[in-house]
């Protein structure tokens, strides 16, 4: 059986990818070119302000298919036009917020696409292994050390161990931790919480956090009294205030 990889909008503003590719959602080439697909395809509607991808099963993602044919296995590792590489930076560039719902197993590539999430949140049976050094390869050493750490970033790369979901959330490589049953509705809800508020200020701060951590304070500065210049003079920011001195919800347009 052929895996999948499903987009659906649970409600206004959210989308929600789910890998399915028993028994730990493995991706093979084609999968990613399908994964690839289908995140273009959220980030294309203007509607769609909050993202979430889980995998189903007991497994987020196991990374790139071993079973495939070496030629296979490099188009997924990033040798080719559609593979993980691709969606890395699709989802790192992405105008809408990413949340990752790790439901259970994340190895290897998976882990670098938890990673690739601007938010990840796991269930309590979740458990994260940076297996590159497990397989000749290597994985996560850029991404890894600047969320968690130098030190632990290590003690995961260089061991190729899995890490349980408590260790996870003590670290910050996820900021909260859920029942397996809750998981996805708590996704969810923070989803909708990010896809109700003002848009293009999500958007703007989004840009600001991802380019910024690598610049020196006056640049950071610069870019955010830029981003700022903008914002202050949208509706949104109207309606936000007149909302505010309304007391009532904003109704925000993306404008």
């Known amino acids: 059986m052929t895996g999948s990889v499903e987009l659906t909008f649970p409600e206004p503003g959210v ?3 789910e890998i399915d590719n028993p028994p730990v959602n493995a991706m093979s080439a084609s999968m990613l070119a399908t994964m690839n697909d289908r995140v273009a395809e959220a980030q294309v509607d203007d509607a769609v302000r909050a993202i979430v991808i ?46 990752g719902a790790v439901n259970g197993l994340c190895i290897g590539g998976g882990l670098e696409l938890a990673l690739s999430c601007d938010l990840r949140i796991a269930s309590t049976q979740a458990s994260f292994t940076a297996a590159g050094v497990n397989v000749g390869l290597m994985a996560s050493a850029y991404r890894l050390p600047r969320l968690i750490g130098e030190s632990r970033a290590k003690a995961m790369l260089l061991t190729g ?47 600001v956090v991802d380019a910024s951590f690598d610049m020196a304070p ?25 909302a505010f001195r309304d007391r009532r919800a904003p109704h925000f347009t993306r404008s």
């Open 161 to 207: 161990l899995p890490h349980d979901a408590a260790t996870a959330e003590r670290w910050g490589l996820v900021t909260a931790l859920h029942e397996p049953a809750e998981l996805l509705e708590a996704a969810l809800r923070l989803a909708h919480r990010i896809a109700g508020r003002a848009p293009l200020s999500v958007e703007a701060t989004k840009r």
């Open 15 to 17: 989308a929600l990818l």
């Open 218 to 242: 006056a640049a950071a500065d610069s870019m955010m009294r830029h981003e700022l210049s903008t914002l202050i003079t949208s509706n949104d920011h109207r309606e936000a205030v007149q």
């Open 54 to 99: 889980t995998g189903r099963g007991r497994a987020f993602c196991s990374g790139a298919d071993l079973k495939e044919p070496v030629a296979g296995r490099r188009a997924a590792e990033g040798e080719g036009p559609s593979g993980f590489g691709l969606l890395f930076e699709l989802l790192r560039s992405s105008r809408a917020p990413v949340i």
